[in-house]
């Protein structure tokens, strides 16, 4: 394998991880085209790229429009990490700008892949005040804020659990839907706080799909249709998981 060939390889492979963490960090299938082209191009190369939900196929192509790479890499289920998909973009400036080299970029990967997350604790803590922030917002009290706190973090921390023991993703949506709105529903139906609906409505807004919506969207704006669709279709499950944790609520208290 001559040095051409070679670097052209270990591009690809670079190029492949880095579409991959992109995708499983929950950014558009157009900002991944963008970053992906701009790496190459600072990189000498010049790509064709196969964009879907699961899957990354991208082909390295030199000056001279002479085929040397082309691999394909399945990506892992989408776990949202705005920190990888900002870093990444940084990075793909610098080497666009002739800063960086492939191994800087290599080093680079690796050290956002490691930064730690937030502790699980603070995470429920936080996502419990917004519960209680959003009750308070539909006219909720003191308490029901309270219920709204405790319904939001009960129901985020069966989830996490869940996810630990690898339930499918919905069931562990359905679950925390379930929870939440089982505490959130006995407050309701014994009439504990001022306006115990508002905390009822409000315990499951942690679990809507926001940012595989909002993707679905702007992908197919711009042209992704396939992808565009599978993430509007994957966002409306999530929402169905979320809908049947609350019906299940709803006829066990009969109201």
């Not at 002739?98 to 937030?118: D, F, T």
Request: charged content about 15%.
């Amino acid at each position: 394998m001559n040095e051409e060939t070679s670097n052209a390889s270990e591009v690809g492979s670079i190029l492949l991880d880095v579409g991959a963490a992109l995708m499983s960090s929950g950014a558009s299938t157009h900002r991944t085209r963008l970053t992906l082209e701009r790496l190459a191009s600072g990189l000498g190369f010049k790509i064709e790229l196969l964009i879907t939900q699961r899957a990354l196929m991208v082909t390295v192509i030199d000056k001279d429009q002479e085929h040397f790479f082309s691999r394909l890499k399945r990506t892992s289920p989408h776990k949202i990490n705005f920190k990888i998909v900002s870093g990444v973009s940084r990075m793909s400036w610098r080497v666009f700008d002739g800063e960086w080299n492939i191994e800087q970029v290599a080093a680079e990967l690796r050290r956002l892949k490691k930064l730690p997350h937030y502790s699980q604790w603070l995470v429920l803590s936080t996502v419990g005040l917004a519960g209680a922030a959003f009750c308070h917002i539909f006219g909720g009290g003191l308490i029901d804020m309270a219920v709204a706190f405790t319904a939001t973090f009960s129901g985020l921390f069966v989830r996490q659990q869940a996810t630990l023991k690898k339930f499918n993703p919905y069931v562990c949506v359905f679950f925390a839907a379930l929870t939440a709105s089982l505490i959130a529903g006995f407050a309701e139906f014994f009439n504990f706080g001022n306006h115990p609906d508002a905390a009822f409505s409000t315990s499951v807004l942690f679990l809507v799909p926001g940012v595989p919506l909002i993707n679905s969207v702007t992908d197919m704006m711009d042209g992704n249709i396939q992808n565009g669709i599978v993430r509007m279709v994957n966002g409306l499950i999530i929402a169905f998981a979320i809908a049947m944790g609350v019906f299940t609520v709803r006829i066990l208290f009969s109201f």
